[in-house]
């Protein structure tokens, strides 16, 4: 069965950093589109960045700026979504999902507060 599990959010003062992890399992991310999508209490949630089969990273309006950076580990089937510079506007549950043959599968996600 496939499945994502994020970790890495928490509570961070703005202008610090953080990485969030996906971890996936019944499927292989590399082969896959995985996707890291935000969603603001209260607001749609939306896309940050995404990586496709051939390590082509995809960049949406809002989020390319330099401080939102996609990665992934092959061997440990994991994409990483590293945050720098983080501001109180970040705060959000943070989603991984994975395009897998047409279906979009989602993590249950994980929280990022900025605050001092």
């Known amino acids: 069965q496939e499945q994502l599990v994020e970790s890495g959010g928490g509570l961070v003062q703005p202008g610090g950093s953080l990485r969030l992890s996906c971890a996936a399992s019944g499927f292989t991310a590399s082969d896959n589109l995985m996707l890291w999508f935000r969603q603001v209490q209260g607001k749609e949630r939306e896309p940050v960045a995404g990586l496709d089969r051939m390590n082509s990273v995809l960049g949406y309006k809002g989020f390319i700026d330099g401080r939102f950076t996609i990665s992934r580990d092959n061997a440990k089937n994991t994409v990483y979504l590293q945050m720098t510079n983080l501001k109180p506007e970040d705060t959000a549950v943070y989603f991984c999902?994975?395009?897998?043959?047409?279906?979009?599968?989602w993590g249950k996600g994980t929280l990022v507060t900025v605050s001092s």
């Open positions: 999902s994975a395009n897998i043959r047409g279906i979009r599968i």
